[in-house]
C-alpha cells in the first residue's frame, strides 16, 4: 500500500549553506537540466534560498503521493527510486534516461503529488540541498526573469532528450580537409602500420621479416600521400555529390553517384597501396619495388582498399555519430558547443565532457568500423599479399594454398573421416573464408589505423579550434 502522507513525514529542514557548500550547490545547478540557461547573478540569488540536509542509509525523504512542497539536489551519495503500481500491486525501480542530481525539479512548480519513493542506500548516508517550494515560488516572483530562463533550460532539455543524428551511411561528410594535420596523423600511423604489416605478412607465409620498419624513407611520405588523397578526394567528390547548396532540380540517380563517390577514393589511391605493400615484401620478392613489384596482386588489393577507404571515410563517422548521444546521454546545441563567454565556468566544464565523450565516440566509432572493414578486407588483403610474394603462382594456385593453411586443426580432424571429397573440400573452403588466417591481426592492424589516424586528425581540430575561440574571445574584449 502507499504511505498515507503525513505532514511531520518531511517536515525537516536543513541548515543553512557555507561558502563551501554554495559553492557546491550551485556547480549542480548549473548542470540541472531546470537551471542550465539560468546566468551566474541569478543562480546566486537560488542558491541563497537552498538549505543542507543529511540523510542516512536507507532513510526514506520523499514519499509517493505526497504532495510536492520542496526539490533536491544530491550532492553526495547514492539514492534509489521505487514506484508502487497499485493496478498490480507490484513496485518497480525507476531510472531516468537524463542522468542528474536533481530531485522533484520537474514537479516543484506545480506541487503534484510525488511520483516515487526515494531513499538513501549509501552507507555513509547522502548529502543533499534543498529548497521549500513556497520559497522557490517567491523567487520567482520576486525575479520574473528567472522563470524565463527556466522556461528555456527545459524546453532545451527536452529538445536536446529527443534528438538523434541519423545521417544514412552514404551521406557522411568529414568535416574541411586540413592537409597537414592529415599529413602528421599519417605520418604517425604508417610506423603502426608497418610493424603490423611485417608480423601479418610473417604470418601468412611463414616467414619472418628481417625488418619491422623497412624502406620508411618512401613508406612515410607515400603513406602520408595515400591518406591525405583518401581525405581530399572524399571531400571534393562530396561536395560534387552533395554540395553545400541544394541544387534547384534533383540530380537522378542520386544514391549510385554518392556509393560511386564512396568507391572511388579506394580506386583511384590503389596504385599508391601497391607501393606501400611492395615495401614490406622485398626479402621474399626481388622484382624491381617500381617496375614490377607494385602491381602484383593489383586487383584484388583494389577491392580491400575500397573496403578500407569506405571504414576509414564513412563507416567510422556513421559510428560515431550514433555513439556519441549514448555516451554523452544527449546530442549537444550548437550554442552550448560554441558560447563559451556566456556562462563561464560552466561552459568551460561542458565543454570539457563534450570533448571527452567525443574523443570516446571518436574511438568507439573507429573500432566498430575498424572490426568491420578487417573483416570484409581480409581475403581480398590475403590474395594481393600471396600474389606479391609468390607473383609465379595463380589466384586459383593461391587460394588452395591460402585455404590449406587456414583451415583450423579442429574442423580438420572432424572432417578428416568424411567420405565425399567434394564435401570435404567444400568445407574447408566455407572455413577458411569465414575464418581466414591472421584475421584477428589484420583487424587489429586496421583497427589501430583508425583510431590512430581520426583520433590524431580529431585532436589537432580540437586544438585549432580551441585557438580560435581563444582568439575571437580576445578579439571581442578588445572592443
Not at 615495401?279 to 584484388?300: D, I
Not at 544527449?330 to 567525443?358: F, H, L, P, T
Request: hydrophobic share 40%.
Amino acid at each position: 500500500m502507499l504511505k498515507s502522507w503525513r505532514q511531520s513525514d518531511n517536515d525537516a529542514y536543513g541548515n543553512k549553506l557555507t561558502p563551501e557548500d554554495a559553492v557546491a550547490c550551485a556547480k549542480i545547478l548549473e548542470n540541472c537540466e531546470m537551471f542550465q540557461k539560468v546566468p551566474p547573478e541569478l543562480l546566486v540569488t537560488v542558491v541563497d534560498r537552498m538549505t543542507v540536509r543529511h540523510v542516512n542509509q536507507n532513510e526514506k525523504f520523499v514519499f509517493q503521493g505526497q504532495p510536492c512542497d520542496r526539490f533536491y539536489l544530491l550532492e553526495q551519495g547514492e539514492i534509489v527510486r521505487k514506484h508502487f503500481d497499485e493496478a498490480s500491486g507490484k513496485k518497480h525501480v525507476v531510472k531516468f534516461e537524463m542522468k542528474a542530481s536533481s530531485i522533484n525539479t520537474m514537479r516543484i512548480l506545480s506541487g503534484a503529488p510525488y511520483h516515487n519513493t526515494i531513499s538513501c542506500v549509501s552507507k555513509g548516508g547522502c548529502k543533499l540541498y534543498e529548497m521549500k517550494r513556497t520559497d522557490f515560488i517567491d523567487l520567482l516572483k520576486r525575479n520574473p526573469d528567472l522563470s524565463i530562463y527556466i522556461a528555456d533550460g527545459l524546453s532545451e532539455a527536452l529538445k536536446q532528450g529527443s534528438k538523434k543524428f541519423v545521417t544514412p551511411l552514404l551521406e557522411q561528410q568529414q568535416q574541411d580537409l586540413n592537409v597537414p594535420v592529415v599529413a602528421i596523423a599519417a605520418g604517425i600511423e604508417s610506423y603502426y602500420r608497418s610493424a603490423l604489416n611485417a608480423q601479418l605478412n610473417a604470418q601468412l607465409s611463414g616467414v619472418k621479416s628481417p625488418q619491422w620498419f623497412p624502406n620508411m624513407h618512401v613508406q612515410v611520405p607515400v603513406r602520408i600521400a595515400y591518406i591525405t588523397g583518401f581525405k581530399g578526394l572524399r571531400a571534393m567528390l562530396e561536395n560534387w555529390v552533395d554540395p553545400d547548396e541544394e541544387p534547384v532540380q534533383p540530380v537522378p540517380f542520386i544514391q549510385q553517384w554518392r556509393l560511386a563517390a564512396a568507391i572511388a577514393p579506394g580506386i583511384i589511391m590503389t596504385p599508391i597501396a601497391s607501393i606501400l605493400e611492395a615495401s614490406n615484401a622485398g626479402h621474399l620478392n626481388s622484382e624491381p619495388l617500381l617496375t614490377k613489384r607494385w602491381m602484383r596482386g593489383f586487383v584484388p588489393r583494389m577491392g580491400r582498399e575500397i573496403v578500407f577507404g569506405l571504414g576509414l571515410n564513412q563507416l567510422s563517422d556513421y559510428f560515431e555519430e550514433r555513439w556519441y548521444p549514448i555516451l554523452h546521454g544527449s546530442i549537444d546545441s550548437d550554442e552550448d558547443k560554441s558560447d563559451g563567454n556566456r556562462i563561464g565556468s560552466r561552459s568551460a566544464a561542458s565543454r570539457k565532457k563534450v570533448e571527452q565523450d567525443s574523443v570516446l565516440a571518436n574511438a568507439v566509432g573507429s573500432l566498430m568500423a575498424g572490426v568491420v572493414a578487417g573483416y570484409f578486407s581480409h581475403i581480398p588483403h590475403n590474395m594481393s599479399t600471396y600474389k606479391l610474394l609468390e607473383p609465379n603462382k595463380s589466384y586459383g594456385e593461391l587460394y588452395r594454398a591460402f585455404v590449406q593453411k587456414s583451415v583450423p586443426s579442429l574442423v580438420r580432424e572432424e572432417i578428416r573421416h568424411w567420405s565425399n571429397p567434394k564435401a570435404k573440400a567444400m568445407a574447408e573452403t566455407v572455413t577458411a573464408t569465414l575464418f581466414p588466417r591472421g584475421l584477428v591481426l589484420r583487424t587489429t592492424q586496421i583497427v589501430g589505423s583508425f583510431i590512430i589516424l581520426n583520433g590524431t586528425i580529431n585532436f589537432l581540430y580540437g586544438v585549432e579550434s580551441k585557438k580560435l575561440r581563444s582568439m575571437m574571445a580576445l578579439g571581442h574584449g578588445s572592443y
